[in-house]
């Protein structure tokens, strides 16, 4: 290894707390962490700095250095890697974000720590800690003291406080690790007690909260560790503060290379988060479904009945700019770097299903400490009316096309499950006549889609179209399923996957649609469209090659297990903001639905 420090990729290992989060690269380098949440501004990035490696980054380097390998503790947010250098010194560096039960009260802080223990030989360590501000703007200034530096990220600074020769952190100079060194980038305050004995405290009630919460998970019996890491990095893209769940750590990873089709995901889509709770709801997490529906019913409360907006900031504010970050290359270069998201000015008619079906799950599930009640069917009603009322208008779709709206078949089918189920719910709770209206409304927009979504073609047996007004193809329409709007034997939906599978289907790959968009033709496929092609194949009978695929799909996952949103279907590279929750509900929700039963091993 000529060179420690590599080229940007996306084999990076999330790190977290569920209030700050951080990206690590194969060169033990935290590239990417945001403060003082995941929308902050990004103190760490390295990641979309372009050739400024040196910027916006926390490095640690062997003289010499030969190899680098990572792990995480098992079930755990805690990652371990190990530096060799030629001569055979090595160190282990143990990074984690802290996360414990402390005073009744879930101590996450805005913090990073990190543990060096030399492991062989005589290992000479360079630290680099150059954290930026005003999304790298400007390197941090720094003050220092006997046993700290001051990093100066903005209105509220970051300290260091650690055991390590302060000098040598400052100046980024080799030094000797003769023992274990502690490191903790927190809050601007004396650091309380001593740092060693402190961090491996937290280090181990961090381990024991995760292991623990990982006991609870009810997993398939294939493929657990895959299961139980995509679940542990979807609880860490949730912001606990307020229950948001954001579509992923970063912003402005290209979907495709030079596309510009660079975004910030670091909001809370309402699409995005209602899947990421029905697949961790699969498992049992119904801590990160409780949140979340706080968060839902301050969203409604905000919204008084009007329009909701296909996203929000995780504290639920509704403005997000979109702006760029002049002082940022991008990825590899390949600006620009975009903070907030326009989309929020979009019309998403879809959003009202997707706040109804998890909500209505609190009517039903006596695990929940608050069970919803008739104030919240209430509200919920107002959502439904949302539904009923814009089921049949245009809007920009699931995929956010920012130059036409159609009336899409997805919103539809979304706002008819909102009826049927807020229909449901009512008959839970007795009241008769609101069953009555609401499953008339299910019923009026079923014949509705049937009517107008329906291409016929004598030929092939017709499809549905991705909207009413055109007979184009669209992978969400293989939802029509999992929603429970038809069954998988319908004609119809069998005829529908036949001319999805024929169109979008790239070899082992989906494409959300092949027709062009605001940018043109899709360069990449869609990684959740490809696992929502291999649970249609399962739901088809086609049960070997569902499973030939989604072992394909696991391949391309980083060494840290993880997948991003886009996939080049010929090379096999990711591409898109990362780890992008979609992804992560498909691994989930495939081998669920793949797995041999437990059954089989009791």
């Known amino acids: 290894m000529a060179d420690a420090v590599t080229d940007p990729n996306l084999e990076l290992w999330p790190i977290g707390n569920c209030q700050v989060s951080g990206l690590i690269d194969q060169s033990a380098s935290l590239v ?3 403060v003082p949440r995941v929308d902050g501004d990004p103190v760490f990035c390295a990641l979309l700095n ?3 490696r040196d910027s916006g980054v926390w490095r640690f380097e062997l003289e010499n250095q030969t190899s680098v390998t990572q792990h995480y503790e098992r079930n755990t947010a805690i990652l371990v890697t190990r530096l060799e250098s030629e001569d055979g010194s090595a160190v282990e560096i143990r990074d984690f974000c802290p996360r414990y039960e402390r005073s009744g009260r879930m101590y996450r802080p805005v913090a990073f720590a990190r543990i060096v223990r030399p492991v062989s030989g005589v290992p000479r360590l360079k630290v680099t800690l150059n954290p930026m501000r005003d999304y790298g703007a400007t390197i941090a200034e720094k003050t220092n003291g006997t046993n700290h530096i001051r990093y100066l990220v903005g209105p509220q600074a970051m300290r260091l406080s650690t055991d390590a020769p302060v000098g040598y952190v400052l100046e980024s100079r080799y030094y000797r690790v003769e023992a274990d060194q502690h490191f903790f980038l927190g809050p601007d ?12 405290r937290m280090e181990q009630s961090t381990a024991r909260y995760w292991k623990l919460w990982v006991r609870g998970l009810h997993i398939p019996l294939e493929w657990q560790d895959e299961v139980i890491r995509c679940a542990i990095t979807l609880k860490l893209c949730q912001h606990e503060e307020t229950g948001a769940i954001v579509a992923a750590l970063t912003t402005s990873i290209p979907e495709a290379a030079h596309s510009e089709r660079n975004w910030d995901y670091r909001f809370c889509w309402i ?10 709801n699969r498992l049992g997490a119904l801590d990160v479904l409780e949140k979340y529906l706080g968060y839902l019913r301050n969203i409604v409360d905000s919204a008084r009945g009007g329009q909701i907006q296909p996203l929000y900031s995780v504290m639920g504010q509704g403005e997000l700019d979109e702006t760029t970050a002049a002082h940022l290359a991008g990825y590899r270069g390949m600006g620009p770097v975009r903070k907030g998201n326009a989309a929020y000015k979009q019309i998403q008619h879809d959003c009202y299903g997707q706040i109804v079906l998890p909500t209505a799950q609190a009517f039903f599930d006596h695990r929940l400490l608050r069970m ?7 509200s919920l009603e107002e959502v439904g009316e949302m539904a009923w009322k814009m089921h049949d208008q245009p809007d920009a779709g699931l995929w956010e096309f920012r130059t036409r709206q159609e009336v899409h078949t997805y919103s539809a089918v979304m706002s008819w499950a909102a009826c049927d189920r807020l229909a449901k719910v009512a008959a839970n709770i007795d009241k008769a006549d609101r069953q ?8 009026a927009i079923r014949a509705k889609i049937e009517q107008e979504a329906w291409v016929e073609n004598s030929e092939e047996g017709g499809h549905y179209g991705a909207s009413f007004e055109s007979d184009y193809l669209d992978a969400s329409l293989l939802q029509m399923v999992e929603l429970r709007f ?4 319908n004609p119809r939906f069998q005829s529908t996957f036949t001319a999805i599978e024929k169109t979008l289907r790239r070899g082992e790959h989906m494409l959300r649609y092949a027709s062009e968009d605001d940018f043109g033709l899709p360069e990449t496929a869609f990684n959740v469209c490809t696992f929502w092609l291999i649970e249609a194949l399962h739901l088809a009978g086609r049960d070997e090659e569902a499973r030939t695929l989604f072992t394909a ?3 391309h996952t980083t060494e840290s297990g993880l997948l991003s949103e886009d996939l080049d279907f010929e090379t096999g590279e990711l591409w898109g903001n990362f780890p992008q929750t979609y992804s992560l509900v498909g691994v989930i929700n495939c081998a669920g639905l793949l797995s041999r039963p437990w059954s089989e091993m009791r």
């Open 50 to 52: 372009g050739e400024k």
């Open 32 to 34: 990417w962490g945001c």
């Open 553 to 555: 799909m696991l391949s």
């Open 436 to 443: 009555q209206i609401w499953q008339e409304r299910a019923d």
């Open 189 to 200: 305050e004396p650091f309380v007690g001593n740092v060693r004995s402190e961090l491996r």
């Open 372 to 378: 919803a009640d008739d104030n919240d069917f209430e």
């Open 486 to 489: 038809l069954q998988p034997d």
């Open 271 to 280: 699409r995005d988060s209602y899947y990421t709770v029905q697949a961790l």
